[in-house]
């Protein structure tokens, strides 16, 4: 099914600059005129175009030279768990769960803040700053929620998803890094996605999947799922 983007936004081109995903190469983006009014129907019409959200900012990379950057999307309905991710979803099956709505507090950052020292110190939120942590929960239009996990009482994992009209767009996870073994960040998303399906969530978006980058690269492992691809989303079912 091709997509295509509102023709009453204006879009603009970034200069080209280092890429944060792989070393060497140069990144362009193509960005939402962030003085454009936005709805949450056009928030929802750009996330199914490959946009993400970053605080206010819609972006997607439309480098030259490079196409590593391929959204990804998860038909909920779809997603069937292999045999490790059915091994973490059982390893983590003593945590609570709780959703609730924005502004993050002093004990996500507390976590966030470990996270991103042990985790991403070679980053771009590193040292880590509350105003990356706000940034994360967007306007009104996102219609933003914050899913908190925890062990006996102790916060050990966030999630911070936006709604859009055919489902769910995660923004950004962090976890306690001292609890690697548990896999939290794939658990975090095991988790929204077997959930549901809710009655209007057709699809979990989950941002760009980069082969090259590690950090990016365990996306493809949800399967099946969709990849962008010349304005069209094409399944994977390998």
């Known amino acids: 099914m091709l997509v295509s983007l509102p023709d009453d936004i204006r879009f603009l081109i970034t200069l080209p600059h280092e890429c944060h995903y792989l070393p060497g190469r140069s990144a362009t983006l193509l960005v939402v005129d962030p003085t454009a009014p936005m709805t949450h129907d056009v928030f929802s019409r750009l996330v199914g175009s490959g946009f993400r959200r970053s605080g ?3 972006y997607r990379p439309i480098c030259r030279e490079c196409s590593e950057c391929r959204p990804l999307r998860v038909p909920v309905r779809d997603f069937r768990p292999n045999r490790n991710q059915r091994r973490i979803r059982q390893h983590n099956a003593d945590l609570e769960v709780t959703i609730v709505s924005p502004p993050m507090n002093q004990t996500h950052f507390a976590l966030f803040s470990r996270y991103i020292r042990r985790r991403h110190a070679d980053g771009s939120m590193f040292p880590p700053a509350m105003e990356d942590l706000y940034s994360m929960t ?54 929204q996605l077997e959930q549901g399906p809710r ?18 690269s365990y996306k493809e492992e949800f399967l099946p799922h969709e990849i962008l691809r010349d304005n069209e989303w094409f399944p994977v079912r390998r």
Not at 199 to 216: D, S, T, W
């Open 199 to 216: 009655a209007n969530e057709l699809y979990f978006y989950l941002g760009f999947a980069i082969r090259n980058c590690p950090k990016m």
């Open 56 to 58: 206010v900012h819609l």
């Open 138 to 191: 967007g306007p009104a239009w996102a219609r933003t929620q914050i899913l908190e996990f925890r062990l006996v009482h102790h916060l050990v994992a966030v999630a911070v998803i936006d709604e859009v009209t055919d489902g769910l767009s995660a923004v950004y996870s962090f976890f306690e890094p001292d609890l690697a073994r548990r896999s939290l960040g794939k658990f975090t998303i095991l988790w």
